[in-house]
């Protein structure tokens, strides 16, 4: 799932100057993700005010920018190397005295 996590923006004119984007899969167990920053592009012609912006909107920049599908793989195939770690584990941290 993508998710902006942060948008920086100019106080002089409120145009957004770069953006944070997570992308998150999960099994309900276990989570992998990966955190992008990206300085977005001078707008030309109007500029959507920021209050106006829509979290679709400014996604749809950074995937213009971005190899957003090439990130999707990657967090997927973590995913899935972290999922199998997990139920075909060999190994165990374990004290036999407690804490």
């Known amino acids: 799932m993508w998710k902006i996590i942060d948008l920086k923006y100019r106080l002089s004119d409120g145009v957004a100057i770069e953006v944070t984007v997570e992308y ?4 309900g167990n276990t989570i992998s993700r990966k955190i992008e920053t990206l ?5 030309t ?6 209050d106006q912006l829509s979290e679709e909107q400014v996604l749809s920049w950074f995937k213009s920018k971005v190899d ?4 999707e793989t990657k967090v997927n195939d ?4 972290m999922i199998d770690k997990r139920d075909n584990k060999i190994t165990e941290n374990k004290l036999p005295w407690g804490e």
Not at 24 to 27: E, F, H, I, N, Q
Not at 39 to 43: I, R, W
Not at 45 to 50: D, F, H, K, R, S
């Open 24 to 27: 998150r899969l999960s099994d």
């Open 68 to 71: 957003y599908q090439a990130i």
């Open 39 to 43: 300085e977005l592009d001078e707008p």
């Open 78 to 81: 973590e995913l899935l190397i």
């Open 45 to 50: 012609g109007e500029v959507t005010p920021l």
